[in-house]
């Protein structure tokens, strides 16, 4: 009996931290896309056909999974859910990832990532005015949110706004950067590349919120996910063909830009969109977008080791501060949830018997049984006079 409580226990608390786990796997599954699509941008991938390809890849992947897993329960397609998955096609697989492509060229990696951070925040404004957050200033766990949102947004500042002092993780970091092997964007194309970044996050949320109300109509995620990216290749190809003349940049070698077609492909598209898609029917898409820091931080790492890239003091400081940040929004998204889980269960245990005539007792106006958890005792209702 004991071993049953004890495996139940276990399975009870897997299940309440599989939302955390998946969003955290999903942060190094995006870091490791970011370094390995820099990578390819050196050997001249064009971020347009890197997005078409790597939807392919998604498609192929999703699609098997979908008609059979979701054969019975899928529902109806219907014209309004194929415009909204059609937008959807456009507005993460075509707009944001290219701007964010494009902004990255222009910046770095780590910087990028860094950006990325004004996600949660933007998320959370559009989640308001959409009605799917609510924030009662009255109550602690609403408050939390609404300043870890505005810690978080505060590191991204920082790292953005304050270098300090290079730090050198890897021996012999400093000597490769003193030799000048590695380019520096221009103040420019930095600035450019930012406003890039800024209008992808824009994108993002906006991702985030529609896909949120598309499986309230649509509540099958691996058909959505197949959709999305079978949508965003042909709209993605009309992009291609518009801005990218020459039709050799469509040819791809057996080496980091074919790696980077299937790892952003199997991970970052098809996986990801099914995983998102799940967590935010859960948690809802702030919850989501609330643990893009972390990808930051992982990113920071693996571009200083891989890639050479300068790590600075401020970027250290404002990854601490972000982390803060994300932990406080997870925390009053964990209060949102009891208060939810409470109120629910509270409801269920409400048994209103009407109409107590039909039933020719004639003594009582209604019987209502209200048994709270772990009592035994029923509450009556006043007597009529």
Known sequence: MEDQNGSGGFGKRFRKAKPYLAMVSLQFGYSGMY???MVSFKHGMSHWVLSVY???????????????????????????VFLRLAVLGFVEPVLD?????????????????????????????????????TVN????????????????VTGAMVMTLYKGSALHFVKGQATHHESGSTT???????????????????GWASFFILQSFTLKMYPAELSVTAWICFLGIFEGSIATLIFERDMSVWSIGMDSRLLACVYSGVVCSGMAYYVQGVVTRERGPVFVTSFSPLCMIITAA??????????????????IIIVSGLYTVVWGKSKDNVKKSEAEKSEGQELPIKDSAASGSGIFDSIEINVPSGQGRNVLASPRT
Do not use: D
Request: proline fraction near 4%; charged fraction near 10%.
């Open 137 to 152: 200033l009255r109550k602690l766990h609403s408050v939390a949110k609404v300043i870890g949102t505005a810690v978080t």
């Open 54 to 80: 790597r939807h392919i890849v998604a498609t192929l992947i999703m699609a098997p999974f979908a008609f059979f897993l979701e054969r019975k329960i899928r529902p109806k397609m219907t014209l309004p």
């Open 97 to 133: 990832q290219n701007l964010y492509n494009m902004g990255m060229k222009n910046t770095s990696t780590t910087f990028a990532s860094a950006t990325v951070n004004v996600l949660p925040a933007i998320t959370f404004i559009m989640a308001l005015i959409f009605r799917l957050e």
């Open 302 to 319: 693996l571009g200083s080791i891989v890639l050479a890239e300068q790590v600075y003091m401020g970027s250290v400081i404002g990854a």
């Open 35 to 37: 370094i390995i699509t």
């Open 184 to 202: 520096q964007p221009s103040e420019q194309n930095w600035v450019l590349g930012t406003v890039m970044l800024l209008a992808s996050c824009g």
